[in-house]
């Protein structure tokens, strides 16, 4: 119930492409869906975040599709440069106070010239 | 801010003996976490304090892991007898609350031989 589920594990993209990361969750309850980016060598920060009130939220290059009846949300990077090659994780919870947010396991993207 | 501030960023060390990781999170925080990161399992959260009282320990793998906040701007995780499979990056983060925006340290690399 807890789960986030995230896919690809890892993911190759040519400098200008568009990679996209998917997440899934069974909790109805959760209410903040945020992602964060890590380099290597870094601690993950957050990179942007969506609340299920909207579909869609663009910041910069970066873009949170949702689809809340299908539970699934999703990160675009457009025009993705070299310098975006890091670990992007998603993670969702919910509203109580009492739960932390939930993980998933991440996805190591690497955008090469 | 300096932003979380953990201890010592690498720790190498022979399997049985004792290892402890340090962690100062952000000012005013009342929120502490502490996460490993492995390839395997991604980023698991291992336990999390609310005003220096541990709220959820579920995720501390075994008895040799232990963890204590005395006070708001210290934390340490302990881990004793450590074990090659111990090795991994270590994540110290801090929050104003559990569902929110977590803010993560650098980490400590710990390989145990």
């Known amino acids: 119930q807890q789960q986030v589920k995230q896919s690809p594990q890892s993911l190759i993209v040519q400098k200008g492409g568009i990679p996209i990361i998917n997440c899934a969750y069974e909790n109805t309850a959760f209410d903040y869906f945020p992602w964060y980016q890590q380099f290597p060598g870094k601690g993950p920060a957050l990179l942007i975040a969506i609340r299920p009130d909207v579909s869609e939220k663009k910041e910069g290059r970066f873009t949170i599709s949702f689809n809340k009846s299908a539970k699934q949300f999703s990160l675009h990077i457009m025009d993705s440069q070299p310098g975006d090659s890091a670990t992007y994780f998603c993670?969702?919870?919910?509203?109580?106070?009492?739960?932390?947010?939930?993980f998933g396991k991440g996805t190591r993207l690497s955008v090469i010239a | 801010d300096a932003g979380v501030i953990q201890s010592p960023r690498h720790e190498v060390t022979e399997m049985g003996q004792e290892v402890t990781l340090r962690c100062k999170p952000i000012s005013g925080h009342d929120y502490l976490f502490w996460y490993r990161q492995t390839m395997m399992r991604g980023l698991e959260l291992l336990i999390y304090?609310?005003?220096?009282?541990?709220?959820?320990d579920s995720g501390m793998p075994e008895d040799r892991f232990s963890a204590k906040m005395p006070n708001a701007s210290f934390s340490t995780l302990k881990i004793q007898p450590s074990e090659p499979r111990d090795s991994a990056v270590y994540f110290c983060?801090?929050?104003?609350?559990?569902?929110?925006?977590?803010?993560f340290g650098p980490g400590t690399r710990l390989t145990v031989l």
């Open positions: 993670a969702a919870s919910t509203p109580s106070g009492n739960t932390p947010l939930v």
């Open positions: 304090f609310n005003n220096n009282v541990p709220i959820d």
């Open positions: 983060a801090s929050s104003f609350s559990p569902e929110g925006r977590q803010f």
